[in-house]
């Protein structure tokens, strides 16, 4: 089955308390990118990678690390997490874009994390 | 994103009437558009999409119509069902070139028994 998976999916952590939230695409999509969900906002775009060790800054970078170093996997690293960090978190993945493929982004089901 | 309050703005619908949902995009330059459904601690659902030089796509009880001259998107759900609710909201884009998408806030549907 055609998936995004990300883990873990519920978490409390303390402010400093460096974390990785990982993501998992099995559709050979070469693109991935993380997004915040916050109340009231649209979904906001913190990374994205185009390929393999290329990544680049979204919306809302602040705070965020990413690597890229398989196709499938796109962690997600907060070196020292604060409480404006607590939100819900969600990687998605697609297939390069052409006349055929309009690029449809498939979501995983979201992480949700709470910075005290 | 612009933010546009704390609270989505919530659709009231008794079962087995239809619904329309609306979406008023930000980008003249958009020729891609897409309707997701994310229903209660899940991720969003691809729902139907539509491409700028069509002004309708019809799914399985589900239609898109789109009025470029407005910016202006809207789903239609044709006899709503408990199912359906759940948090409905467009996501644009130029499809050449990027994979960046820009992604509406949302409005939450609410089926009545």
């Known amino acids: 089955e055609a998936q995004v998976t990300q883990n873990p999916r519920y978490l409390i952590t303390v402010t400093g308390k460096k974390l990785t939230v990982t993501c998992s695409q099995n559709?050979?999509?070469?693109?991935m990118s993380w997004y915040r969900q916050d109340p009231g906002l649209g979904l906001r775009q913190i990374y994205y990678s185009m390929n393999v060790e290329v990544t680049d800054k979204g919306d809302v970078p602040e705070g965020y690390k990413v690597s890229r170093k398989e196709k499938r996997n796109f962690p997600l690293i907060l070196e020292s997490p604060s409480p404006n960090q607590t939100s819900l978190y969600f990687c998605?993945?697609?297939?390069?874009?052409?006349?055929?493929?309009?690029?449809?982004?498939?979501f995983g089901e979201g992480s949700r994390l709470t910075v005290l | 994103g612009e933010s546009v309050g704390l609270h989505l703005p919530t659709l009231s619908v008794q079962e087995g009437d239809n619904s329309i949902i609306n979406c008023a995009y930000s980008?003249?330059?958009?020729?891609?558009f897409i309707w997701y459904k994310q229903e209660s601690g899940k991720g969003p659902q691809f729902i139907i999409d539509?491409?700028?030089?069509?002004d309708k796509r019809q799914g399985q009880r589900v239609t898109v119509l789109l009025n470029k001259t407005v910016k202006h998107l809207s789903l239609q759900i044709a006899a709503t069902q408990p199912g359906d609710s759940a948090v409905y909201f467009c996501a644009e884009k130029i499809l050449s070139g990027t994979y960046k998408y820009i992604f509406g806030t949302g409005t939450r549907l609410k089926v009545l028994a």
């Open positions: 998605a993945s697609s297939a390069r874009p052409n006349l055929l493929n309009t690029g449809e982004l498939f």
């Open positions: 539509i491409r700028s030089n069509m």
């Open positions: 559709m050979n999509h070469e693109y």
């Open positions: 980008n003249s330059a958009s020729d891609y």
